[in-house]
């Protein structure tokens, strides 16, 4: 077992552990390294809340002399950053959560390399500083709508009275059990930020598709956290994002996929994806131009009467009326005569430039075909809804949809694949779902859509866990391109 060095600030009388050598800071830049000592570990006591403070340097030079380091460079870096950003939290896994014991009071406690003084955060305290690897840790809970954990670093001068006796054992058990490196530090090559929103009502993926995709990513080397717009400042830690909030480009999530992308990260789905798939002006262009067969429709900038009367020469009622920017069946309107034609446009019209309006077509169901990098990996029928003409009725008291089928894509008509592939050659090669419609013989695009839905027990029900896997060996594989 290497031996440990305890490095702090300055000498301190009051500071005991058998089980290391403690010296101060001066003596570990003059005396070390020393000539054919064996490699020695270094826990870092100093005061680290400083860049260029004798805490950085003691852990930088550590580095640079192959000394094993706790925390290391990378792991102050972060927590200063977590100090100096007033919003920042943290999220935590569900099962960390669910094990948290809710109180009416903000709750503040210190971990003392991975331990806590009170049992009921000890499970907290270990994954925190599996996060974080730090001897000293301050941890405060804030209780709400939702749980907000926030770390900073701690320094020994803050250990209380009472803490001291708990500190320095769990400092000497730390030593004596050989100082194993956190799971994390071990096992993951990349990390990946899965953005969500823990208050969408109908977000792309659901709770227990997200835990798949974390467990899926974990068998490939990469280590998976949740995070929020909120944690936009930490961006720069990860090595890739997957976003699975709803997008819009006058929103968080355009601005997260840009600023990763100018950071290097692998994204998807990227901004350029965002940004043509969130338009249903752009994608109605790009159709025509590359011929993906698609519904007859106008782009209008008016309810005028020669508008109108253009309208009912290319159309016959009903009509389908969509907002440039919609998801999930919202924003999408069927109009049947010429009053409603004229309300729903003037409506609409006062909020955007410009409106689609596309021929009625109806169908017993809607195809959808994910597509990643430009192969089509699963196929679903979403059914209309009951006595409805969309997928999903969100006039009814509660939004409901229709059901669904999920299949093989060797099952899926050639037809169907090809139009789906084709259309998402207009907009890029991350992970789409296309909608279409067949009627007869003939097949139409609806619209691509970036981030498309995968909730566990539905996309992939025909492949499973496979599903989740096909996805993050795809960010496996560009996390390897990027690196070479």
């Known amino acids: 077992m290497l031996k440990t060095l305890v490095v702090v600030d300055a000498p301190t009388a009051d500071?005991?552990?058998?089980?290391?050598e403690i010296i101060s800071f001066d003596t570990y830049l003059s005396d070390y390294p020393k000539l054919g000592q064996a490699k020695r570990r270094v826990l870092n006591l100093c005061d680290t809340e400083h860049y260029l403070s004798k805490g950085y340097y003691c852990s930088l030079l550590a580095e640079a002399r192959q000394h094993k380091v706790l925390p290391s460079v990378q792991t102050i870096n972060e927590l200063r950053q977590t100090s100096q950003d007033a919003?920042?939290?943290?999220?935590?896994?569900?099962?960390?959560?669910?094990?948290?014991?809710v109180t009416a009071e903000p709750i503040e406690f210190s971990v003392f390399v991975g331990r806590c003084l009170e049992a009921k955060w000890a499970r907290l305290a270990r994954h925190l500083f599996e996060r974080f690897p730090a001897p000293l840790l301050r941890v405060n809970l804030a209780f709400g709508p939702n749980l907000r954990v926030r770390v900073a670093r701690m320094g020994l001068n803050e250990v209380s009275v009472e803490e001291r006796t708990f500190f320095e054992d769990a400092l000497s058990r730390y030593v004596s059990?050989?100082?194993?490196?956190?799971?994390?530090?071990?096992?993951?090559?990349w990390d990946l930020a899965i953005l969500v929103d823990p208050n969408e009502p109908l977000p792309p993926s659901d709770k227990e598709a997200i835990r798949r995709f974390g467990k899926a990513a974990s068998k490939l080397g990469i280590n998976t956290?949740?995070?929020?717009?909120?944690d936009v400042t930490r961006l720069t830690q990860f090595d890739a994002l997957f976003i699975r909030e709803t997008t819009a480009i006058d929103h968080p999530t355009y601005r997260m996929a840009s600023l990763a992308e100018r950071e290097g990260l692998v994204v998807m789905d990227d901004p350029k994806s965002i940004l043509r798939?969130?338009?249903?002006?752009?994608l109605h262009d790009a159709f025509a131009y590359s011929q993906v067969p698609s519904l007859k429709t106008k782009v209008v900038a008016d309810a005028s009467e020669a508008t109108l009367d253009m309208l009912e020469g290319l159309f016959t009622y009903p009509m389908v009326i969509k907002l440039p920017e919609s998801s999930f069946s919202l924003g999408v309107f069927k109009v049947d005569n010429r009053e409603a034609l004229i309300q729903r446009l003037q409506d609409l019209l006062t909020?955007?430039?410009?409106?689609?309006?596309?021929?009625?077509?109806?169908t017993e169901f809607d195809w959808r075909?994910?597509?990643?990098?430009?192969?089509?990996?699963?196929?679903c029928r979403y059914h209309m809804a009951r006595k409805h003409w969309q997928i999903y009725n969100h006039g009814a008291a509660r939004s409901k949809s229709g059901g669904f089928d999920a299949m093989p894509t060797f099952e899926v008509p050639t037809k169907v694949l090809a139009a789906a592939v084709k259309a998402c050659a207009v907009v890029g090669n991350g992970l789409y779902g296309v909608d279409l419609k067949q009627r007869g013989e003939s097949v139409y695009v609806i619209e691509v859509n970036d981030n498309p839905s995968i909730d566990h027990g539905v996309e992939n029900r025909y492949l499973g866990d496979e599903l989740y896997m096909i996805v993050m060996s795809e960010f496996a594989a560009r996390l390897e391109t990027r690196g070479r």
Request: glycine share 4%; hydrophobic share 50%; aromatic share 12%.
């Open 351 to 362: 909020n955007t430039a410009l409106v689609l309006v596309q021929e009625f077509c109806f």
């Open 277 to 282: 798939c969130c338009n249903k002006v752009f």
């Open 87 to 101: 919003d920042w939290w943290i999220e935590l896994p569900t099962a960390i959560v669910s094990s948290i014991e």
């Open 369 to 379: 075909i994910g597509v990643l990098n430009g192969k089509p990996i699963y196929a």
């Open 15 to 20: 500071l005991v552990m058998d089980a290391a």
């Open 225 to 230: 956290e949740l995070i929020t717009h909120q």
């Open 177 to 189: 059990e050989g100082w194993r490196k956190p799971v994390s530090a071990r096992k993951f090559r």
